[in-house]
Structure formats: C-alpha cells, structure tokens
C-alpha cells in the first residue's frame, strides 16, 4: 500500500459520506467520515480497504458502501451485538462508535473480507414514483399495453411498480397498498392514459430472492441504519414481490438484451428501462448495449413501438435524469429529474422537453 492509494481511498469515503448527508442519512455520513479519518492498516480489513486496487468511488466500486453495508449486516444479523449498541435507534460518541467498528473490524474479519468482494445491491421502491409518469405517457404516446424489460432488476421491487399507490403532487394513482409513494412534486400533473401490463421481466448478474431471508437481510443491510422509513417501505414491497411470484433471471445484461428484443411484438410497447444500474456496465457492455437497443428501435413500427425509460446519474448536480426515447422516430427527451432515492421528482413531461 503506497500513502497516495490510501489517500485516494480516505477521499472517496469523504466523498460518499457527503452524498449519504445529501441524501438524508448523517449516521451513514458519520460512519464513513469516521473510516476516512481514522482506518488504519493494522488489521486485515484495513489493509484491504486502504490498499484497494479498484475505483473506489461511488460511480465505480462504492467501496465506503460495501463496508457500511457489510457492518449494517451484522448489526441486522444479530452477529455483532456490541456493534449493535452503537447503532440507530442508539445515540452514541464518535469515539464510542469507532471503537465499535474496530472491535468488528477485528472479531467479524473473515465476515467482512468475504462481503467486501461483493457490490452493494439497492433496490429503491421509491424510483417508481420517477417511473411511473413515464410509463403513463408511454402509455399516452403509443396506446397500447405494455411489455416491461428491466435491466439490473435486483430483486424485482420496481417491476412491481403498478402494485403501489401514488400520490404525485395533487395528481393520485393506483389502487390501495401496503406502500405508497409521495414524493415532493414539482411540476406539471402527469398524463391521464390507461396502462395494462401484459408482460413483465427481469435481469441482474445476482438476482435476489424475496422470499429469502439471506437476500432481505444483503437488501436491508445497503439501506442506510438510519433510514427506518426505507427500510420498512422495502419490507412491504418486498411481501408484494414474494406474493407475486416473479422471479428476476440471472444473467448478464447484453445476453438477456438479444433474447428480450430478438423477436418484434405487434400490438404492444416494449418498455426497456433501468435505473441507477446502466453507470455500473464496463464501458464496452454500454456501448454495445446502447447500439443493440438503437438496433432493436431502428426495426421498430408503428405497430410495434419500443420504449426506453431510464433514471440515470448525468453528471449535473440535481438528482439523475429522466429520459426517454421512443421508436420508431428514435426521439429522446429528457422528461424530468429525480432524487437518487426517489425523495423527490422534477416532472417537465414529454410536451414540456426540449427535443
């Protein structure tokens, strides 16, 4: 380990420990400062994360995710009870909670070096609330039911989109359910139209099960400790999820892409969409992802129009964007922009966009 690799690592940390107080988690934003400041690599945990050769930022690796993950799973677990009594609903010192962390760093090691070689999985219910206006006007554009595709599905909480209740500024949408989506609103009311979901999959390199409570347990332990709303918001979707049935497939990206746009479908819209997961794919995967969908659009009808609905990071400071492209015009506008997490949606809709 060289002093600039671990230098670059404490400043990735500080990094994601002010997006997670952007993002209304400070407990998460102190445990990160807190590795920033004060990891060191006299421990085979520290050695690891201090020494790490990949991009360790939140855009790359989410290397201060992976370990805030990883020690939210054994509070969760019940593995680490002293780790535990450091954590939310309690109230303790800096100095108290770092010696909790390197009590676990130590005693949990094997635990932890294991769980670091996996990428955090979220899967935000409340990125629905950005979706669901999208496939309101895909619905309003092409009148015609939909075909859902999600890429990075996770454990398929936002395929179940259209199983939650909505409430979108004055604008209400859906029928009574265990969760309920109210987002801060800020623009005009979405469209009015009639949606009828003929189909719906998924795919994702490591599928969560909802029924598992070994995958509750990886999904609960990537949502902040502090954020009890979240957590029991995906608690909820998770039972409608379970209930459903549907199960997220395996497989990688490109491969599933090719099956899923191999064969036209006439009478219907295919909706492909992601959110928060095409910025993960390596450079090559997203270049020939983005020429096989433009492929696939570029043999789209009127008969059989294609959608693409994504909520994606841009770079620009406010939240990620809403885009969406349809075919066969192959016209792309950004509809709108929402919170990482959902928390809020800047709706301008299709009509208002800027082609």
Known sequence: MTDDRSELIRQSFLRQAKACADLGSPFTARLCTLA????????????????????????????????????????????DPALAETYPPHA?????????????????AAFILDRLKSAPQTNEVRRSSALLPGFLTIAALTGKPLILSEVGASAGLNLQWD??????????WGNASPVTLAPHWRG????EAEIKVTERAGCDLNPLDPSSEDDRLRLFSYIWADQQDRLDRTAAALEIATESGLKVEKADAIDWLHKRLATPRPGVAHVIYHTIAWQYLPPALKAEGEALIAGAGSRATEAAPLARLQLEAD????????????????????IGRADFHGRWVKWV???????
């Open 36 to 79: 920033a400041e004060r990891l060191t690599d006299r421990t085979p945990v520290g050695a690891t994360v201090l020494a790490w050769p990949g991009n360790p930022d939140g855009t790359g690796d989410a290397l201060a995710l992976r370990l805030a993950g990883t020690l939210h799973a054994l509070v969760r677990s019940g593995q």
């Open 163 to 172: 199983r939650y209740s909505y409430q979108l500024g004055e604008f209400r």
């Open 188 to 191: 005009p009311q979405p469209p």
């Open 349 to 355: 809709g299709w009509e208002g966009s800027a082609a």
């Open 315 to 334: 770079g620009k400071p406010e939240g990620a964007a809403l885009l969406l492209t349809l075919w066969p015009t192959g016209e792309t506008r950004e």
């Open 92 to 108: 303790v010192d800096d100095d108290t909670l770092w010696s909790a962390v390197e009590a676990a760093l130590r005693r949990d």
